[in-house]
């Protein structure tokens, strides 16, 4: 299924890498943004807002990073309407040719009177000045008017029309807090496109949130009303509910491309293979009865429809399996399979294997292929991401070793290290052997968290499949999630609680440099 010729053209902006990162947990690591943003560039998402540059020094090094590494997409990066935000987003932005800088500013009642405790004329004010600033470093400005579903008509229009004669190309109409329903946002973007004298100038953008589940409906009915921009992440990730999930409004726009009159130029086969990768990445499962991308989207159980597909797909099918990236078969590697086989795999799974890590991904694979039989899709997966998330600044396991007898305190011995510093403790204590691994590993790295939830799963079949163990702890109150893959499921639990523990560690330092 591909995109039509003749449809309206509907810009896909994807901002898994800022709004979907603020999901709790969901923090990821410079390599793994740019994992995803090439993934985003081959899924034919049109512009990555890459991150909030002035929010840490972390975030704004991951969007210079991706402004330098990153073509075939718009770069964006977000700023509020304050001349350091703006000045701090195109300094991390400016290496790259094709830059949008996305400045912000609260209207609505509530946000002016309790918040930014400024009139209507300071608002207008702040949003001419912080559009004409970030226009004099590039010409491809967003404007946004933050809690737009619920600010007063009349004013949402002044605000609208002035940001666009200050120089604003897109305007961007956010449901921040999924209050709207589809007939209110209808009319919320049916009144800018009658009422704003000089909207024909700029784009029309929406960026729903999925607080009462209807985002996807919200996006859609102003697409009906004329919204040229679609604001969504990978898998509806996001603040609160998630946002406007890609998979979803991408396809209702394709299947239903007799009644919007529209469409993307989303590769839709690559969808499933970027939701499975930003899904392991941020360690947030799919559901499985997901539309588009869960693993029963396609599955069929009740005999009347097994009875109706047999005869005819379309049934009970309105769009094929592979529309959007299922397969039906899983590439089966070997301990005999060479460098070139796996980079060719990984590249149909959506990663990006080159030179040393190309390398060290196949010397992890050849180790694993001695001890399984058969090496599937998702333990290649699991070795690549088991690398992107090893850094030399990282706490890293060397050993271990776990004693346990029924009904006797356990002992750990762990040793751990970061760089060059080497650290073993041993650990006596713990409610069984995996607790008492975590504490002494929490001995070791001076970070105690609290496990909120901790699985462990298989990744594939057989006796002989990897397991796959996520851990969710906080610290300080906020939310770090944690995978670890072995064959090894206690060694998979140890390093999926580091990883926790390293994410914990990462978000602590930024948050400490924050600009």
Not at 123 to 150: L, W
Request: glycine letters at 8%; one cysteine or more.
């Amino acid at each position: 299924m591909s995109p039509s010729t003749d449809s309206r053209q509907i810009v896909i902006f994807d901002t898994t890498l800022r709004d979907g990162e603020q999901s709790p947990g969901c923090s990821m690591n410079l390599d793994e943004k740019i994992e995803v943003a090439q993934a985003l560039v081959d899924l034919g998402v049109d512009v990555i807002e890459a991150g909030f540059p002035i929010t840490s020094v972390g975030d704004f090094e991951a969007v210079r990073e991706i402004s330098r590494t990153v073509q075939g997409a718009t770069i964006c990066g977000l700023a509020r309407c304050h001349p350091k935000d703006i000045d701090r987003a195109w300094e991390a932005l400016k290496s790259n040719p094709d830059t949008r800088i996305h400045v912000f500013l609260a209207t609505s009642a509530i946000h002016r009177e309790f918040k930014l405790r400024m009139d209507k004329d300071e608002i207008i004010k702040r949003a001419v000045e912080g559009v004409k600033r970030a226009k004099g470093y590039c010409e491809n400005i967003e404007f946004s008017p933050e809690d737009a579903a619920r600010t007063e008509s009349d004013f949402l229009c002044r605000v609208v029309e002035a940001a666009i004669t200050a120089g604003a190309t897109t305007v961007n109409i956010p449901d921040t807090v999924g209050y709207a329903t589809p007939v209110h946002f209808a009319k919320v973007i049916s009144n800018l496109v009658n009422r704003v004298p000089n909207i024909d100038q700029a784009v029309i953008s929406v960026h729903c949130h999925n607080d009462l589940g209807l985002a996807v409906a919200n996006s859609l009915a102003a697409v009906e009303n004329g919204a040229g921009q679609i604001e969504c992440t990978i898998n509806g990730i996001g603040e609160r509910a998630g946002n406007c999930s890609l998979e979803e409004v991408v396809m209702a726009l394709r299947v239903r491309g007799d009644h919007y009159d529209a469409d993307t130029r989303i590769q839709s086969p690559r969808l499933v293979p970027t939701s499975r990768l930003v899904s392991n990445i941020t360690g947030l499962h799919v559901q499985r009865n997901k539309a588009i991308v869960g693993r029963n989207a396609f599955a069929h159980e009740a005999g009347i429809h097994q009875d109706g597909m047999l005869k005819e797909r379309t049934t009970y099918e309105i769009m094929r399996p592979d529309d959007v990236g299922f397969t039906k078969t899983d590439l089966v590697l070997g301990k005999h399979s060479g460098r070139a086989a796996l980079a060719n795999r990984a590249t149909a799974l959506g990663y990006h294997l080159s030179g040393e890590h190309l390398q060290e991904v196949f010397e992890e694979f050849k180790l694993l292929a001695d001890k399984k039989k058969e090496v599937y899709d998702a333990d290649i997966a699991a070795l690549i991401e088991k690398r992107m998330n090893v850094t030399d600044d990282q706490w890293q396991l060397v050993s271990y070793a776990v004693n346990t007898t029924g009904g006797e305190t356990p002992s750990v011995s762990v040793t751990l290290k970061r760089g060059k510093e080497e650290k073993t403790t041993t650990f006596t204590g713990g409610d069984g052997p995996l607790d008492a691994l975590f504490l002494a590993i929490e001995q070791i790295t001076d970070t105690p968290v609290i496990v909120r939830d901790f699985r462990v799963h298989s990744v594939t079949r057989g006796k002989d499949a990897q397991g796959e163990s996520t851990v969710e702890a906080e610290y300080q109150g906020s939310i770090y999630r944690g995978r670890g893959v072995s064959t090894d499921t206690v060694e998979a639990s140890a390093l999926a609680f580091l990883n926790a523990i390293n994410r914990v560690v990462a978000g602590t330092n930024s948050s400490e440099q924050t600009a």
